[in-house]
């Protein structure tokens, strides 16, 4: 059986971390993963899914990610019941996260031009020459 999934998005909001009886790390995040298409409007419809994470990559998560940053999560769907309570039964279905990939981060680091050690040394930067592959060049 193979119970696989990828997904690449954004974070909702800012990730937290909680700490279970047994001291291990987990948190809950939600990615919001846009889809392939357009609709009728010209926008593309967007999916906010559930997933949690355990361990160290939980404390990672909430050390270096925030709201807004783009990620990509490899695992697998788990879903599970729970009754509220009221006593009714509740269903929910979120990926269970193996690997966590950072691909941006909205950090916003102010540096002053005074602060650069290097703000008085220019570089100049030359553009290289272009060059053609062809066939022959190929090794297959």
């Known amino acids: 059986m193979i119970n696989s999934t990828v997904l690449l998005g954004r974070l909702v909001k800012d990730t937290e971390v ?11 995040f939600t990615l919001a993963v846009q889809r392939k ?5 010209g926008n593309y419809p967007v999916d906010f899914i559930d997933c949690v994470v355990f361990g160290k ?7 270096y990610t925030k709201k807004g940053d783009l ?13 509220d309570k009221e006593g009714n ?4 279905t979120e990926i269970m996260v ?3 990939i950072f691909l941006q981060t909205n950090k916003k680091e102010e540096t002053k ?8 040394m220019s570089v100049k930067v030359e553009t290289s020459q272009q ?8 090794p297959f």
Do not use: C, H, W
């Open 71 to 83: 990620i990509g999560v490899e695992g697998s769907i788990q879903k599970r019941a729970y009754e």
């Open 18 to 28: 909680r700490f279970m009886q047994n001291e291990k790390a987990v948190s809950n």
């Open 113 to 120: 031009v005074e602060d650069n050690p290097y703000k008085d």
């Open 37 to 41: 298409y357009k609709d009728s409007e």
């Open 57 to 63: 990559q939980a404390e990672t998560m909430a050390q």
């Open 98 to 100: 193996e690997k966590i």
């Open 89 to 92: 039964k509740r269903y929910i």
């Open 131 to 138: 060059f053609e592959i062809t066939d022959d060049d190929l």
